[in-house]
């Protein structure tokens, strides 16, 4: 869909590309604007993908990121911006300026990375085009947004890097971490696990891992544990196998959103 | 005449008609008419605290709405109202403002500014509230102009500019009203503007003075600036002082150098950022200053409000300045001629290692932001922000809404173009630990906490404790609090559907005392459930 952005009905290209002072401006604006969601250098935050992976769903061309840029991407959460054109610019430079990264290509095979991700368990807890598990993050994008090197982190260590649930400076109706595991003990010291949907100073809503609603009140509670690790299981090499960890992310990559 | 007036009303003991006009007097003596509530802080003495206690430790779990007010508008709703002989003024997002019948939160008048498009408040499009005189409310706005409204139609009877917007000066403060002045400081610490305290006429809104808060060229300080910085040195002013009618000083903190996270161009102390200034009130004159956190690097504004407290230190009787400070630390001073007494911390800080007995803090030269990234408590938001404390003189505790946030702060060069932020890189989140804050009765003189109440995020809105024993606290995640002021044990609470970015105030009409606090969009009143 091409949206009319102002100056630029037409395909037109950055008129301070490589420019240095340029890119410094950028890197400080994206620093200030960018980084909640995209991290501090790009690379990806808890809401944003990593930017410097040379992957422009939305289009690669100037035009195209300018475009995302000031209209936002409506359906995610990128959203409109209010830069002068002379600073989206800048912007677009600094993400240029990033050499294009090694390709880890995915050497294995698509359809049979489906199948195991649809056999070995993953479909219970994570949503791809509208089927699936609830528990996890919706993985009908991640090809789009996470580099390969990522995938693969996220299905052997998926403690290492967790979701930060950076928190939105404008957000003020406060919805919190999302995949944050949560344990809370009952009075009659019943141990329920899930991911909290939500939380304040007097209650919390889990979503367990039966995949139920549970809501409760905290003074009814003895305990709420809150643990700093992924409900995913790590998948060892004996679980999944080398040629099958290729296989399962080639899927993965596969999976940008249309 | 006015003071014939005035008796009455005290005799009476709750003013019943809406006519009645607010006069210096009666705002030096708020304290005597808590059925009102007159300044921003309640009283000159920035205390936050009333003495009715019809809402008390055995009364408040019947806490119930009255009525709710919809601003309709999107953004903080940051209002402290005024209300006055049953008439409650309020301001709202995008400098909205209104009058509502206090009883029954029906509106009489509302007003909205018509606002140019580019404006560039850090923060919001937000403002802290009207102040009063006479038959004139007092408003600071957005596009750095400050207006004058008539209480009975709201419309606008002078406007002044005081700085150019464009160049990203903006208003957000609470004025306050002294004598026949209305008060003000300027926003914009992210755009390297170069900040001020006015004042202005009441009657007409002529320029009486203006206290330039970045020393320039023959002012003393000025050699605090290395080279040009000056010019572009923030110290903005943007959160209501104090007044002593005593010593005719009013008492207004100041905010951060600009660039906020980048200090190597601007070497020295920064005079006066982040200060407590002393000003005479006739003249602008500066009396004394005392500065918490010299050439600072972390955003910490000294813009918390500060506490007029008259009480013995070290065996004698001494009137005292308190100022519960964004860098971390709860700060004595003499308000007579600003000597440092104390600086105790109250939460977590790694910025400093303590408070020399010269008042400056001994840095931590590990904690000086650079180009990857430095981890330092507490955040740029500081270990408690704008929002109001509140003293208690039952209790002699002060309440303190506090944030446990660290920041991962980044240093860069930037090159200052007016108009555009001007912060020297940037801030984010320890993204590890989730930050979380509690309100903290601590003890004003010694620092020493008596308890805390945990939240489950930081808050951004203060506390309003009254002689019934109750501090009321609204917190980010949409609970508005009552405590038990003692002991902190939660008394009563209600879920409002949107994070409180301000503080309660209270007042009493025909014998039943209302607390009002903005959440959302919405100005909500309640009262003890009567049948």
């Known amino acids: 869909m091409a949206l009319p952005v102002k100056g630029l009905e037409k395909l037109v290209s950055n008129p301070v590309a490589g420019n240095s002072a340029a890119i410094k401006e950028g890197a400080s604006l994206f620093r200030a604007n960018c980084s909640p969601c995209h991290g501090l250098n790009a690379r990806g935050g808890g809401r944003g993908p990593d930017l410097t992976a040379n992957r422009w769903v939305h289009g690669s061309s100037d035009t195209d990121i300018f475009r995302t840029i000031t209209h936002g991407l409506p359906g995610t ?5 209010g830069f002068e054109d002379s600073e989206t610019w800048a912007i677009i430079a600094y993400l240029r300026s990033f050499a294009p990264p090694k390709r ?23 949503m791809v085009k509208g089927r699936g598990g609830l528990l996890g993050p919706d993985l009908s994008r991640v090809g789009a947004s996470r580099p390969v090197s990522y995938l693969i982190e996220s299905i052997r260590e998926p403690d290492k890097e967790l979701s930060t649930g950076m928190l939105d400076p404008n957000n003020h109706y406060g919805l919190p971490l999302v995949y944050d595991t949560v344990t809370v003990v009952t009075a009659g010291g019943q141990r329920i696990t899930g991911v909290a949907k939500n939380e304040d100073t007097f209650s919390i809503q889990l979503l367990d891992t039966d995949q139920h609603l549970k809501f409760f009140l905290k003074k009814d509670l003895k305990e709420v544990i809150r643990e700093r690790k992924s409900l995913m299981p790590a998948y060892s090499e004996e679980m999944v196998s080398p040629e099958e960890l290729q296989d399962l992310v080639a899927y993965l990559e596969s999976l940008r959103g249309d | 005449m006015k003071k014939t007036v005035l008796l009455l009303g005290l005799l009476l003991g709750a003013w019943t008609s809406a006519q009645s006009q607010v006069s210096y007097e009666r705002l030096v003596g708020a304290a005597r008419e808590p059925q009102n509530w007159l300044t921003y802080s309640g009283r000159y003495s920035g205390w936050r605290y009333s003495s009715l206690d019809q809402i008390n430790t055995g009364s408040a779990s019947h806490l119930a709405m009255l009525w709710a007010f919809q601003v309709a508008d999107l953004g903080q709703f940051e209002t402290t109202p005024i209300v006055v002989d049953g008439v409650l003024y309020g301001t709202g997002q995008n400098d909205r403002a209104f009058a509502l019948d206090a009883r029954t939160g029906r509106a009489i008048w509302r007003y909205q500014r018509n606002l140019p498009e580019k404006l560039q408040p850090c923060c919001g499009m937000v403002n802290r509230g009207f102040a009063v005189l006479g038959d004139r409310l007092f408003m600071a706005t957005l596009d750095a102009h400050v207006i004058a409204l008539d209480t009975k139609t709201g419309n606008v009877v002078w406007d002044v500019m005081a700085a150019d917007y464009h160049q990203a000066y903006t208003f957000t403060v609470a004025p306050l009203v002294v004598k026949n002045e209305v008060i003000v400081g300027v926003s914009g610490g992210e755009y390297g503007i170069r900040g001020f305290v006015d004042a202005y006429s009441t009657a007409t809104g002529r320029r009486l003075w203006r206290f330039e808060t970045v020393a ?10 290395a080279g040009d910085s000056w010019k572009t040195g923030g110290a903005p002013a943007w959160i209501t002082g104090s007044y002593d009618p005593e010593l005719n000083l009013i008492f207004w903190p100041t905010g951060n150098p600009s660039p906020s996270n980048y200090g190597d161009d601007r070497h020295g102390d920064n005079l006066y950022s982040n200060c407590m200034l002393a000003l005479d009130a006739d003249t602008g004159r500066l009396k004394w200053y005392f500065q918490f956190t010299p050439h600072d690097l972390y955003d910490y504004d000294a813009t918390q409000i500060p506490v007029l407290i008259d009480a013995d230190w070290d065996g004698q009787s001494r009137k005292l300045l308190i100022q519960a ?5 709860l ?8 000597k440092f007494l104390s600086a105790k911390r109250f939460g977590r800080l790694t910025w400093a290692k303590e408070i020399g007995p010269d008042g400056k803090p001994i840095v931590n030269k590990d904690a000086v932001p650079n180009a990857t990234g430095t981890e330092v408590c507490p955040g740029a938001l500081g270990l408690t922000n704008w929002f109001s404390p509140s003293y208690n003189p039952d209790t002699r505790l002060l309440y303190v809404a506090t944030s446990t946030e660290c920041d991962i702060f980044t240093s860069a060069p930037q090159p200052y173009r007016a108009g555009h932020d001007f912060l020297g890189s940037v801030y984010v989140p320890d993204p590890i630990r989730r930050p979380s804050g509690a309100l903290k009765a601590l003890d004003p003189f010694t620092g020493i906490e008596k308890w805390e109440f945990k939240y489950f995020s930081s808050p951004n809105g203060g506390a ?29 609470h209600v879920q409002l559907g949107a994070a409180i970015y301000s503080t309660a105030i209270t007042y009493q009409l025909d014998g039943q005392q209302f607390v009002v606090i903005p959440a959302g969009s919405t100005l909500f009143a309640f009262a003890i459930f009567q049948q």
Not at chain 2, 331 to 338: E, F, N, Q
Not at chain 2, 476 to 492: C, E, K, P
Request: overall charge negative.
């Open chain 1, 77 to 81: 959460e990128m959203p409109a911006n």
């Open chain 2, 325 to 329: 400070n964004r860098n971390g630390f």
């Open chain 2, 331 to 338: 700060y004595v001073l003499d308000r007579t001629d600003g």
């Open chain 2, 464 to 492: 309003l404790s009254t002689a019934g024993g109750v501090v009321f606290a609204g917190e980010s995640d949409g609970n508005f609090i009552a405590l038990d002021a003692r002991t902190g044990r939660d008394l009563w």
């Open chain 1, 104 to 126: 880890h290509a995915a050497s294995g095979d698509r359809e049979k990375g489906e199948k195991i991700f649809s056999e070995s368990g993953c479909s219970r807890c994570h």
């Open chain 2, 216 to 225: 320039g060229p023959g002012q003393p300080g000025h050699e605090t600036w």
